[in-house]
């Protein structure tokens, strides 16, 4: 086994553009703000030597409101680091449009099981030395237009190069990017090698570029070619320079004069991985050209297990929580026990279910969770494809219930025209099989949902489904899945033992929509609802085994586990060696 020295000098700086900490915080917008948190989560319990360099988001993401016909409104979300975060005496400055801007930064600390500190640092340019317009760069997460992202994203990649150097936390450091939004931190990087090379930028040298190379690790989480930022030149020109401009040209990350963020991070990295084995083969896919590894995405363990399931891991599983691996041993946990606990879940989530919307669910009915963003390609509504179908499942084979949740940008029309036929279907479906959707989906609601529900269901249109999280959460409580296999499912899948597939793997995803709605259906009619009602044992078992199998493994602390092996510090890694990077 090999032992790496987390003592060392070595550190490693975490950018992300969202990250998901408390939900007093609206620093992240979903899945990829969730799991930079869950990542620094774990990097503290394992005292891993790590920072995060993100944005304040003074104005959140946003905050969510449907009429009753599910209509979605937005508004800003209304809150003070002042009141949250420590302010660091520090301040930093980078030019964007060729003016400098005031980089002030807050800091908030992640303390592990072990007491280990990861301090998370938030840059915030509304400063009174700002002009008005820079004052407002860092007051919304995936606001405004291109222009204006591109400027957040030099501020994060740049800027926070700056802050870190401010900071003194420059030196020996790898630097993760988590997605392609903080891609520029490597031309901040380049350029701090070809000043003290005494080269120049546009004409930067092999060694200065491997020097970056051999510091940087690259993240994608995006299997859709339109997901990856890209930004005309011109406009690259007016926000960085143009020697800036010219030095981008010149490196394989601008494609028909356009700046595409993605293969900048992919250029500039010694270690690139996808979030999942099937991600990382579609990534290989995509960018054929680049050496793309593949590391599974997991939930921080602590944080999303549910207080009746925590205690019940308490008295059975010694260890748990500094040792995810031994939620292997939920097996030997007694099924009346595992029952008693979800029962104790599912009480509390339709307590806040009732106390936020006056609805009132029945907790002896089979419910089924349907919770994520809200874009066409999710497909939350597949279920509702033949309504008449459902019912009759609701009626004649046992009652069902669902209860959503998800925004959808306020930029995403199919999105919001998702939601509302979702409320269309629930009205037309009546008394027959009640559906509620919640309002402003955030940690707080999801943490009660995953553990709440008696099916996690999730319906991607293969294979866009970089990874998903959203059941892992679910397993570490004890609910199984019924997912079309694509992202984690592929690995987490085991029919019938850790929940159940919708569809296959093999039909091809453009001929599979009938295939999968059938498969649903199927599925509810004559497998899980007849075990929910008839076999609750059965059921139970399942429910266990989801634990102990998909619990155990799909958790950020095996996750970070393998980015300290494989990414960070892997064995005869060194900085100062001659790396060969074929592209």
Request: hydrophobic share 40%; with cysteine.
């Amino acid at each position: 086994m090999r032992i790496i020295d987390l003592e060392s000098d070595s550190k490693v700086a975490y950018f992300s553009m969202e990250v998901g900490l408390d939900p007093s915080l609206p620093t992240y917008s979903g899945g990829l703000g969730i799991l930079a948190g869950d990542t620094l989560r774990s990097g503290a319990d394992l005292r891993v030597p790590m920072v995060c360099i993100s944005l304040i988001h003074r104005k959140g993401y946003f905050h969510q409101e449907l009429d009753r016909e599910g209509n979605q409104s937005e508004r800003p979300v209304s809150w003070s680091p002042e009141d949250k975060l420590e302010p660091v005496d520090v301040k930093a400055a980078i030019e964007i449009d060729g003016r400098k801007v005031a980089i002030k930064v807050w800091r908030y600390d992640i303390k592990g099981i072990s007491g280990h500190i990861v301090p998370v640092y938030f840059l915030d340019t509304n400063l009174k030395e700002n002009t008005e317009e820079d004052r407002t760069l860092t007051d919304h997460l995936y606001g405004g237009d291109n222009y204006y992202r591109l400027r957040q994203e030099t501020l994060l990649g740049m800027g926070g190069v700056e802050v870190l150097r401010k900071l003194k936390h420059n030196a020996n450091t790898h630097y993760h990017m988590n997605e392609g939004h903080s891609a520029l931190l490597t031309l901040a990087l380049l350029e701090d090698e070809t000043k003290a090379n005494g080269h120049n930028l546009i004409n930067a040298s092999t060694i200065d570029i491997e020097t970056v190379r051999a510091k940087c690790i690259f993240t994608t989480h995006t299997p859709v070619p339109a997901g990856h930022d890209q930004f005309p030149m011109d406009m690259v020109e007016k926000v960085l320079g143009s020697e800036r401009k010219a030095a981008l040209q010149k490196l394989a990350c601008c494609d028909k004069d356009v700046l595409n963020m993605t293969y900048l991070g992919l250029f500039f990295s010694r270690y690139i991985n996808g979030v999942a084995m099937r991600h990382g083969e579609v990534s290989r896919g995509m960018f054929p050209n680049y050496p793309i590894n593949a590391i599974t995405n997991g939930v921080h363990a602590v944080t999303w297990t549910s207080e009746p399931f925590k205690k019940l891991f308490d008295n059975h599983i010694a260890g748990w929580r500094t040792d995810n691996l031994y939620l292997r041993y939920a097996m030997d946990i007694p099924l009346s026990e595992i029952k008693k606990a979800h029962t104790e879940a599912k009480t509390e989530l339709f307590k806040e279910i009732r106390l936020h919307t006056g609805k009132r669910l029945d907790s002896s009915l089979l419910t089924l969770g349907i919770a994520r963003r809200a874009t066409p390609y999710k497909r939350l509504d597949l279920i509702f494809s033949d309504i008449d179908r459902l019912a009759a499942i609701s009626r004649n084979v046992g009652p069902i219930q669902i209860i959503y949740a998800g925004k959808a940008h306020p930029q995403d029309e199919p999105g919001k025209l998702m939601i509302k036929r979702i409320h269309e279907a629930a009205a037309e479906l009546g008394d027959s099989l009640k559906v509620v959707y919640l309002e402003n989906y955030e940690m707080a609601i999801a943490k009660l949902l995953c553990a709440g529900v008696d099916i996690w269901v999730n319906t991607p249109m293969r294979p866009r489904e970089a990874s998903g999280t959203s059941g892992m959460k679910a397993a570490l409580n004890g609910v199984p899945s019924l997912s079309v296999l694509d992202g984690w499912w592929v690995e987490g899948h085991v029919e019938g033992v850790t929940g159940w597939s919708i569809g296959d793997a093999s039909t091809p995803p453009e001929e599979d929509f009938s295939n999968e709605v059938s498969s649903l259906y199927d599925k509810l009619e004559k497998v899980i609802i007849p075990m929910y009602y008839g076999g609750p044992y059965a059921f139970a078992n399942v429910m266990r085994s989801s634990i102990a199998f998909n619990g155990s493994f799909f958790n950020t602390q095996r996750m970070v586990s393998q980015y300290l092996c494989n990414a960070y510090f892997p064995v005869g890694f060194s900085v100062d060696e001659e790396l060969d990077f074929t592209r």
